[in-house]
């Protein structure tokens, strides 16, 4: 589902007790999406999700603030996993994420096809691993209606095709 304003709202007002996951896809503006950073602010508070452990916010534009949102979210202290991948986040948001509150605790940290140099990923991976979190920070292969492509390769457009990320054309 592709996250409106009115949706991730929805779901911050919403009381809903027994959720344990939570995966909202907050989209990209060529696809819909309109998400802003404060929009899954009822969310990221916990207030109304009191058993959530797995919650992802991806695929969006927007994912460095949504990040730095995420850095000082109450609910983050009692995740399990948080997942953050499949948007445009850069080194300065995952700098404002290892700078909020501690994710040591967390099982896992997802941050897969993401626009993380090398050094800062080596920096995540440091900062995390040895407490025993497991991080991800592949970056996908993308399999299309032509087939597989890899990371890293420029392969020729051809129609219908299917392109996502950096990596994909």
Not at 50 to 74: F, G, M, T
Not at 85 to 92: E, Y
Request: proline content about 7%; glycine content about 8%.
């Amino acid at each position: 589902m592709v996250c409106r304003p009115t949706s991730c709202a929805a779901w911050g007002a919403s009381e809903l007790p027994a959720l344990v996951h939570l995966e909202l896809w907050l989209g990209r503006s060529d696809d819909g999406g309109d998400c802003e950073v404060a929009d899954p602010e009822p969310i990221l508070s916990g207030a109304r999700l009191p058993r959530l452990r797995r919650l992802a916010l991806r695929n969006s534009e927007i994912q460095d603030e949504v990040a730095a949102a995420a850095a000082s979210a109450p609910v983050v202290a009692r995740l399990d996993v948080l997942d953050l991948s499949m948007g445009v986040l850069s080194d300065d948001g995952a700098a404002t994420l290892l700078d909020g509150r501690p994710l040591t605790h967390l099982k896992k940290l997802d941050l897969h096809h993401h626009f993380l140099s090398e050094p800062f990923q080596d920096r995540i991976r440091q900062a995390l691993e040895p407490a025993g979190v497991e991080v991800d920070l592949d970056q996908d292969c993308v399999l299309d209606i032509n087939g597989l492509r890899l990371p890293g390769k420029r392969y020729e457009l051809r129609e219908p095709d299917i392109c996502v990320g950096p990596d994909s054309y």
